[in-house]
């Protein structure tokens, strides 16, 4: 997918809209940022993705996605509540 399209579509869900979809926590947004950083890794299918920062894990989710259901994403946080 073009990097542009995808951030976008991202980035739409990273509007502050109070759809029930996102009140039920179904939707997560992600900041064009951390997008930007997903795409600069040029994953492909069957990459394996160590995230040592998940924080919220919009970018695991992201990453997940790129690899459609291929590969695998390893994901650590400092914080044991993550």
Known sequence: ?????????????????????????????IDASSGVVVMALNISLGDQVLDLHVALSAKVCMILD???GSGSVTGLDVARHR
């Open 1 to 29: 997918m073009d990097i542009a399209i995808s951030l976008l579509l991202w980035s739409c869900l990273e509007e502050e809209d109070k759809s029930p979809a996102r009140d039920e926590g179904k939707i997560h947004g």
């Open 66 to 68: 790129l690899l459609r």
